[in-house]
């Protein structure tokens, strides 16, 4: 029974070590905030941070966060860059149907630590891998920005 | 879906309809009333912390404290009880008669009733309503959300909600003052008197809630709205930014087991054997269930602790199938079979002398092709049931993002074996849909209720939520039907058309299913034809194939304007190419005196891109087009380039009518999205085909969607109006694919006729 760090917390995860991540959150631990879309790493919807780095949970199992820490969306905010990117989240209106919007607020996320100002290009090749089907993209980037700026 | 009021009255045939589904569901059961609605319980009503506004007559006052009587007159869902709710603090909150899936109507209908309410907006909230009675569309005496009109068809409904609802808060205030309600005024969730007195919506709501609900209420003129029509933020937008919105997928009861379903490879295919030996031997799998499904086939059901488990037992199932018995679609087959049939004439829908054909000088012959298409929502397709008690105290719990709560209440009765007023639906948030979850035959109802059932027979009584997996989801049908049309234009070198011969052949949406009543008319479903010809005043004759085919089809995001747009709008731009005109001012020539509308979009669109005045870069063409779909017009002017083969979309000026637009920011919104889904249309991959009656897609790896890189600068305009809005949700799709279609045309000669395009 493997003991993760999950959002600051070390918890003790009743499942199997070959669980992927994504199903410990969700089924095990009730953490409902990171979606499932497709189980295959192909729409993002279930992206966690694993060390600070945009991980797909569905497709990641529990042996590989042993001894790393897993930032999930109910806790993204505890920390500047993933507050203010909520906050852009929600002063855009980026949210739609809102079932990716987990995915892809992690994921931006991820982008600012890494880029305080991404340009359109950066954050198309780091936002390609969320699929959003009501088509939100346009408020990513501009919520992209708008955050960048308000950590500038 | 798509109710066009173009074929006729459907209103008046509606409750027939629903009549008809809901005899053949319950074998003619007599709890059904003769308006076709179920008489279940109603609201339960003035609850300890605040109150439900008004009364509802059928309720007979046995929940109630004694409200006083709505006037006789008054149905259902035009009584405030069921929609408004005021506590004390001041809190309103709006119970909303349709699924919130991404089209922003949690927040479009509670400010329209907030609006004539005189509500404090920041004190607003939503919630959504059940498969009571009071949450029927009122033009259609069902519940449904479809066919982009959730606003167009509950706009004077909820505006008159809401002036009921103050009515009754100013009466309270009158009679508690002592002076005619005529001498008070109400603004931002306060009732004012004379000499500066004011008193609070929240502190009056007990007292509100036992004066008369009136009949007539007067409406405010549009020009002194102060909520509708303002960009006004989503109520949803923190809850879906944070991971705290609960959706259908979220569900989450006490014991609460999860289960998948192997539906079978082909359509409808029976089980030869089953071995689950080494499935019920996976850690945490329950049950494993072999069961009947969609299409009279077979699958079968693995429950389990958790989707982990579940998916694993599944796995592990050793199934033989037994496909003898069932058409094997092969797509290239079909595409060669529909193809042949689009070269005679059908069905004929509209008629046309086409003697001048033959002679014309100059003409056009063309052949267009649509794929089969999955809707894939993100939130796969789930429902959760819970049947508690048993024999003739059994009832049943669904909890599911659905379009149709009423029909999906009353599949889940007949297979469950109860009553339908046993059945309690309750309506989730849901991540999507675009029409996947309005389905007559109610597919993932039927089938997480026959997982529940044969579990309860095999002695498991947890609640069980089923969910499909996206390869599920990606194989299990009901997609937007494959189409191929099939023109034959002649026309004059001024380009006046002299007769348009047109065949379109798709399967049937409708027939077989509750609907086929009121939307198949003369063996011709209207859905396929919706968008044909108008607004252009030409001579032409369209019929119809309908062929039968083994796949299940579905409405798909503005249903049969996802393709008749793209022929309509290439075939006009293509005349005006062949006879040296410009595309816009072809088109205006051609609508000539009629559809303001249109040209008000077109020409907003036009103006407002820069089109013919601005320069654009090296390599890149302008594409217009224009589509009225569920009553709202779009218009688009796109600006696209071909290299090396790949067109590339870079930049969309959008323009729509939608008369008045009582949230601009999610009028915006619906366009941004409905253009990249267009645009989705188009990618190379956007397609589903069959192979020996086997999907061969499964994941987003193999069914392409559009991705960030995709999206194209967009700019939405809106044209300014104060008439009574029409839909958003579906028509700033259709136009999309042939404003881009037709940009490459210009830089290619030539007029993509495949969707998706495919690379040069």
């Given amino acids: 029974m493997p003991t993760l760090n999950i959002n600051g917390k070390d918890t003790l995860v009743d499942a199997d070590p070959n669980t992927p991540i994504l199903w410990a959150l969700r ?29 797909r949970s569905c497709s990641t199992p529990l042996s590989a966060a042993a001894g790393k820490k897993i930032t999930t969306i109910e806790s993204v905010a505890s920390d500047a860059v993933g507050l203010a990117v909520q906050n852009a989240w929600v002063a855009h209106d980026v949210a739609q149907c809102g079932y990716c919007q987990s995915g892809q607020v992690m994921s931006a996320t991820a982008l600012l630590k890494g880029n305080k100002k991404p340009s359109d290009a950066d954050i198309d090749a780091a936002m390609a891998g969320n699929i959003c089907r009501c088509g939100t993209y346009a408020r990513v980037r501009s919520a992209i920005h708008a955050a960048a700026a308000t950590l500038a | 879906m798509h109710f066009d009021p173009a074929f006729g009255d459907l209103a008046t045939q509606m409750p027939k309809g629903l009549l008809a589904l809901m005899k053949r569901a319950q074998g003619a059961s007599k709890t059904i009333a003769d308006d076709g609605l179920p008489r279940r319980s109603f609201l339960k009503m003035g609850v300890a912390s605040g109150f439900a506004l008004g009364a509802y007559p059928l309720l007979a006052g046995a929940q109630s404290p004694a409200p006083a009587a709505a006037p006789a007159g008054l149905k259902p869902f035009e009584q405030p009880a069921a929609f408004v709710r005021i506590d004390k603090d001041g809190a309103v909150t709006v119970t909303i008669n349709r699924l919130e899936f991404g089209q922003g109507v949690l927040t479009a209908l509670p400010m329209i009733l907030a609006e004539e309410l005189d509500a404090d907006w920041a004190k607003v909230r939503a919630v959504h309503g059940d498969a009571d009675g009071a949450y029927v569309d009122p033009a259609f005496g069902m519940h449904l959300t479809g066919g982009s009109g959730s606003i167009k068809r509950s706009y004077t409904q909820y505006r008159e909600l809401g002036a009921r609802a103050r009515a009754m808060l100013v009466a309270a205030a009158a009679a508690q003052w002592g002076v005619e309600a005529r001498t008070l005024r109400t603004e931002n969730g306060m009732v004012m008197g004379a000499g500066g007195k004011s008193i609070s919506y929240g502190d009056l ?63 409808g295919a029976k089980l030869k054997s089953v071995d689950d030996s080494a499935a019920k031997a996976v850690k945490g799998v329950t049950a494993v269930l072999r069961m009947p499904t969609d299409r009279a086939g077979e699958g079968v059901a693995v429950v389990a602790q958790g989707y982990w488990a579940a998916k694993l037992g599944r796995d592990a199932l050793k199934l033989e199938w037994d496909t003898s018995a069932v058409e094997k679609v092969d797509s290239v087959a079909q595409l060669a079979s529909y193809k042949a049939l689009a070269r005679k004439t059908g069905m004929v829908k509209i008629k046309a002398d086409m003697g001048a054909l033959a002679k014309a000088p100059k003409k056009i012959s063309a052949e267009f092709t649509f794929p089969y298409l999955a809707h894939a929502p993100m939130e796969p397709l789930n429902c959760t049931v819970q049947v508690t008690g048993s024999g003739a105290d059994a009832k049943a719990a669904i909890y599911l993002g659905t379009q149709m709560p009423g029909f999906d209440g009353m599949a889940a009765a007949t297979v469950l074996g109860l009553p339908p ?41 947890a609640p069980i939520r089923v969910m499909w997996s996206r390869e599920d989801d990606i194989k299990g049908g009901y997609y937007r039907p494959m189409h191929v049309h099939r023109a034959e234009i002649g026309f004059d070198a001024k380009g006046k058309v002299l007769a348009w011969d047109h065949v379109i052949v798709g399967q049937s949406i409708t027939q077989g299913t509750p609907f086929e009543g009121m939307m198949v008319q003369d063996g011709i479903d209207m859905t396929i034809a919706e968008g044909m010809r108008e607004p252009y005043d030409v001579p032409m004759r369209l019929s119809i194939h309908h062929p039968k085919v083994n796949v299940p089809v579905l409405w798909w995001r503005s249903v049969g304007s996802t393709h008749t747009a793209y022929v309509m709008e290439t075939l006009v731009d293509e005349i005006a190419r062949a006879t040296q005109q410009d595309p816009v001012a072809y088109r205006l020539k051609l609508m000539g005196d009629k559809h303001p509308r249109h040209k008000a979009a077109l020409m907003l669109a036009v103006e407002q891109s820069g089109y013919g005045k601005r320069k654009l870069p090296k390599g890149q063409a302008w594409g217009v087009a224009v589509h009225e779909s569920f009553d709202t017009v779009v218009a688009y002017v796109a600006e696209a380039s071909v290299t090396k083969g790949v067109p590339k979309l870079h930049a969309v000026t959008a323009a729509v009518h939608c008369n008045l637009a009582v949230n601009p920011k999610t009028v915006e919104a619906q366009v941004q999205g409905a253009a990249l889904m267009g645009l989705g249309t188009c990618l190379p991959g956007a397609a589903i085909t069959f192979k020996d009656g086997v999907v061969e897609q499964s994941n987003f790896n193999d069914y392409v969607v559009a ?6 600068r967009i700019a939405v305009h809106i044209v300014p109006s104060a008439e009574p809005p029409t839909g958003m949700g579906e028509p700033g799709l259709p136009p999309l694919a042939p404003a881009f279609g037709n940009a490459i045309a210009k830089l290619t000669g030539k007029t993509p006729r495949d969707l998706p395009f495919k690379l040069v």
């Fill in chain 2, 205 to 267: 709501s007990d007292a509100a809630m036992k004066m008369p609900v009136p009949e007539k209420v007067a409406l405010k003129d549009p020009k002194d709205f102060r909520i509708i029509g303002k960009a006004t933020p989503r109520l949803d937008a923190r809850a879906k930014s944070s991971g705290t919105q609960s959706f259908g997928m979220d569900m989450q009861l006490p014991g609460m087991l999860t289960a998948v379903v192997v539906h079978a490879p082909v359509f």
């Fill in chain 2, 707 to 712: 991705r960030i890189p995709d999206m194209p």
């Fill in chain 2, 421 to 461: 007023q046993n059945v309690k639906v309750n309506v989730q948030m849901a991540g999507g849909g675009f029409g996947r979850r309005a389905v007559p035959t109610a597919d993932y109802v039927v089938e997480a209720c026959t997982v529940a059932k044969l579990a309860m027979a095999a002695g498991v009584t």
């Fill in chain 1, 27 to 55: 089924d095990t631990l009730g953490m409902t905030g990171t979606k499932f879309g497709c189980g295959a790493g192909l729409c993002g919807a279930c992206t966690v941070h694993v060390d600070g780095v945009a991980t």
